[in-house]
């Protein structure tokens, strides 16, 4: 009866959708009791969630959780039952979501987090330099042509300078050191890092 009350626009009446909210968790129908919440804007969803474990459901929701309250929808979206595979999928669409999530992930369980690492690289360098060199100097999992070429398009010289000398391009990145950059104490530094003849010379 209450879900007729509704009608074709169940916001316009948020008493009666709360209401069938309520009924719906006292029938043990909690996925469309959750369902419910999320049209409400409802942040008892998060606990509705915890509760009675709807973590199958966090594939369809992320992003409606996310809106709601980004905190408390990476809390729960870092629980164990939760597949990351499904978040990725989710979250595809929507950048800063998706940044917000693996920047996350990568914090709890960065082996979880590993095969996405090429995509995080290209997110930290939209929405969080400062923590892009530090992923690149620990992480054996992304790919570094591709990685150079996202530092190139942003001229980040520091990181480029990082990955050149991971390839075997000491020369380049030492060039990067002296024309861009503009640091000599750092590029006499390098040299000597390097001990290689060839690069005083150059």
Same mark, same amino acid.
């Given at each position: ?14 008493? =009666? ?5 309520? #009924? &719906? ?5 909690? $996925? !469309?009791?959750? *369902? ?54 989710? =979250? ?5 979501? #998706? &940044? ?5 992930? $990568? !914090?709890?369980? *960065? ?70 950059? !503009? ?20």
């Amino acid at each position: 009866v209450l879900s007729r009350l509704l009608g074709s626009d169940p916001k316009s009446n948020p008493i =009666l959708l709360e209401a069938l909210a309520v #009924l &719906y968790s006292h029938m043990g129908k909690h $996925d !469309k009791a959750l *369902t419910m919440y999320i049209k409400l804007q409802n942040k008892g969803v998060f606990e509705l969630i915890k509760v009675h474990k709807l973590y199958f459901m966090l594939h369809t929701t992320a992003k409606e959780l996310m809106k709601l309250d980004k905190e408390q929808a990476i809390a729960i979206l870092m629980e164990k039952d939760v597949q990351p595979d499904d978040i990725v999928a989710a =979250l595809s669409d929507n950048q800063y979501y #998706l &940044y917000i999530y693996l920047d996350a992930l $990568d !914090k709890v369980n *960065t082996r979880a987090c590993q095969k996405y690492h090429s995509t995080l690289v290209q997110l930290y360098a939209y929405f969080d330099r400062e923590k892009l060199l530090r992923l690149l100097n620990k992480s054996d999992h992304y790919a570094i042509e591709k990685a150079l070429e996202i530092c190139k398009a942003h001229n980040f010289y520091d990181e480029m300078v990082y990955l050149l000398d991971r390839i075997g391009n000491p020369k380049e990145a030492l060039t990067l050191i002296m024309s861009e950059i !503009k640091d000599i104490e750092r590029a006499i530094n390098f040299c000597k890092e390097h001990d290689d003849q060839d690069l005083w010379e150059d």
